[in-house]
């Protein structure tokens, strides 16, 4: 069966709070401290790979910085320096013997965001940034002023800034970015953005492809974008929204999804046609659209060309005790009837054993069964056909092998081949 499509979340589509909450602690906490001590990596970071806890306050003007304990709140609405007054006496100490110095600025930001004064924050990690834009922890910062003030399209520049500078952070924020694709006006500022080809754009859509909460904000933002060339990042991404774009019902959103990308992103030599939604024997592409096979040991499939053009030969098996689907396949069926023909046979482990075909109708809403064959071990050696009538209002059909092990005994394995796709009832 499908999977339900999952739920929404219960946040308002226009209510970013909780995203400009997250990125306020991203800012301050996240980037700055990593777990509760990631200002150590950033603010001072020895270049020549030594540990900027063990460096000279004598030789290096930064280094007493390292030392303040930064991390969240009690309500993780906000950062937190411990000792305020402590930090910012060693951070004006700091701006004194090296006047040049964009950690010590970003550390009275975070003093000032202790005492919540926002405009003393805003002032000193404005000065941070005019010293240097390759500072990560203001960038952040700045990210998490503009969206509060939501200056989207500024605050996802700094954004930008930050994963071009220190490009490790991305486990960081990628969650948080993927998390607002459900906000339209992200989606449209960082579209804006992602225009210019940032060099994080397509590994940030493989993360967020693999979040199921972001696979359909994954997809419209993708489909706002041209000129995509080919990488392994798009194809991972692409994978996983085929996948998640199914189990959660939106399929036109796919097919356009899929007639967007470049055809090498999802397996073809051309790109698709209205014809390659219909086509039963696909079987370069992106699973569902083109024929899916389970890859578990326990059951699975493999499917190949038949003898005849456009026919599918599928060798399906389930180890005793195991069974689901083990081969799909969507199809962009006209309304109508049609017969799903083959040939079947397979050798039965023991009792209990049984394969069969589920032609389902995926709808936004649900779900429907349009036909379910007779079990094909117990149907003989001949040919065997499933007819089924597809509703107007059923867009998409998914057709489904499924094989169970016998309840014990030995493997089960079922070989149907010649399977094509007929209009109407004959063959």
Not at 122 to 132: C, D, N, P, T
Request: proline residues 6%; positive net charge; glycine residues 10%.
């Amino acid at each position: 069966m499908m999977a339900r499509k999952h739920r929404r979340s219960s946040v308002s589509r226009g209510d970013m709070t909780p995203v400009l909450k997250r990125y306020a602690l991203i800012g301050g906490v996240a980037i700055v401290v990593g777990a509760l001590a990631f200002s150590q990596a950033l603010a001072g970071l020895d270049r020549t790979g030594r540990s900027p806890l063990v460096a000279s306050a004598f030789r290096n003007p930064v280094a007493p910085l390292n030392m303040i304990h930064i991390g969240p709140s009690a309500d993780k609405k906000r950062i937190e320096v411990s000792a305020p007054k402590r930090a910012a006496a060693i951070a004006r100490a700091s701006l004194k013997r090296s006047p040049i110095n964009p950690n010590a600025l970003y550390m009275l930001a975070l003093v000032a965001e202790t005492r919540n004064d926002g405009k003393a924050s805003a002032r000193y990690v404005a000065l941070a940034e005019k010293l240097s834009r390759r500072h990560v922890g203001s960038q952040m910062l700045l990210a998490a002023q503009a969206m509060q003030a939501k200056r989207y399209t500024v605050a996802i520049e700094h954004i930008d800034r930050a994963l071009r500078t220190e490009p490790e952070i991305t486990p960081l924020v990628f969650p948080i970015m993927a998390d607002a694709l459900r906000f339209p006006d992200f989606r449209r500022y960082l579209t804006i953005a992602l225009r210019r080809s940032a060099p994080w754009r397509d590994s940030f859509f493989a993360y967020a492809a693999a979040q199921p909460y972001a696979q359909e904000g994954t997809a419209q933002l993708m489909l706002g974008l041209s000129g995509f060339k080919d990488s392994t990042d798009i194809r991972v991404a692409v994978a996983q929204l085929a996948q998640g774009l199914t189990q959660s019902r939106e399929t036109d959103l796919l097919k356009r999804l899929y007639m967007h990308v470049p055809p090498a992103s999802i397996g073809l030599r051309a790109r698709p046609t209205g014809a390659t939604f219909r086509d039963l024997a696909l079987l370069d592409g992106a699973p569902p659209v083109a024929w899916g096979v389970g890859e578990d040991t326990t059951n699975g499939a493999l499917v190949a060309a038949g003898k005849t053009p456009g026919t599918v030969n599928i060798n399906g098996w389930a180890e005793a005790g195991y069974g689901g689907v083990v081969a799909n396949k969507l199809l962009w069926l006209p309304a109508g009837r049609w017969s799903l023909n083959y040939t079947g046979h397979g050798n039965v482990g023991g009792s209990g054993a049984r394969s069969n075909w589920e032609v389902r109708c995926i709808t936004p809403e649900k779900t429907v069964s349009l036909a379910s064959s007779t079990d094909i071990f117990a149907a003989g050696t001949g040919p065997q056909s499933l007819g089924f009538i597809v509703p107007a209002n059923c867009a998409v059909v998914l057709v489904e092998l499924s094989v169970r092990g016998s309840l014990s005994g030995g493997a089960s394995q079922v070989d149907v081949t010649g399977v094509r796709l007929v209009r109407g009832t004959g063959d």
